[in-house]
């Protein structure tokens, strides 16, 4: 008797970073067209610092808009301000945050979680019940690992773990490279934001992530 063949795995889908901003302003226009451009499963904000009322308030001006194009907004750090915001969820850095604030977001909202520097961490997030864990965002030095590094984490993941996996990809390379890895989400950001045309480089971010996928050696 042939053995079941394994499912195939779902397509990759994109996860948008936005700029470290401090007037919503700055991006809320672009959004629509942004999110119509790709297969953008959620937008990660990011908020410069200041108070809670005034996060609160950025998180609203851009919660309805990210939703509005079939995204969730997560909100990276600033947990305790997701549900006064209206958004969909946390991205958390540390198993620490994770401790913290899992429990409080779930069920209701997302935690996902990045900052994750051993396997032995990222083992200890998904046990956890983490929503997604990161791979290969920059350190607070602005290092990060090799792309071939982080390639071989997310493959190492997809092959054991059931919770979705995200590569940060710092170049339509990576996520190409991410998407035939094994990634379930690539998450693109500063290299989509400082094109002459985002809304072009996100559609062939998105163009990469489908050719990597179809390279890959599993599906």
């Known amino acids: 008797m042939n053995a079941k063949p394994a499912p ?11 700029p470290v901003i401090a007037d919503p302003a700055a991006i809320v226009p672009a959004l629509p067209k942004l999110l119509a451009a790709a297969d953008v499963a959620a937008v990660l904000l990011r908020l410069e610092p200041s108070d809670p009322r005034t996060l609160t308030s950025r998180i609203k001006a851009v919660a309805p808009v990210v939703q509005a194009g079939g995204a969730a907004l ?10 006064r915001g209206g958004a969909d969820g946390a991205h958390l850095t540390g198993l620490e945050a994770m401790q913290e604030w899992l429990p409080q977001l779930q069920p209701s909202r997302i935690a996902g979680v ?3 520097e051993t396997r032995h961490d990222s ?4 046990e956890a019940g983490a929503d997604y864990v990161l791979f290969g965002e920059p350190g607070t030095d602005g290092t990060r690992p090799s792309a071939d590094a ?3 984490r997310l493959d190492w993941w997809a092959e054991l773990f059931e919770p979705p996996c995200i590569g940060y990809a710092a170049s339509r390379e990576e996520v190409h490279q ?3 890895a094994g990634a379930d989400f690539v998450l693109v950001g500063d290299f989509i934001w400082s ?3 985002p809304t072009a480089a996100l559609a062939d971010a998105g163009e990469a992530l489908r050719q990597g996928f179809a390279a890959a050696p599993r599906q």
């Open 8 to 18: 195939s795995r779902p397509a990759p889908r994109l996860y948008l970073a936005t």
């Open 74 to 83: 997560l909100v990276d750090g600033h947990a305790d301000l997701v549900a």
């Open 114 to 116: 990045g900052g994750l």
């Open 123 to 126: 083992m200890i997030a998904g």
């Open 150 to 152: 982080i390639a071989e």
């Open 178 to 180: 991410f998407a035939t």
């Open 195 to 197: 094109a002459d045309d």
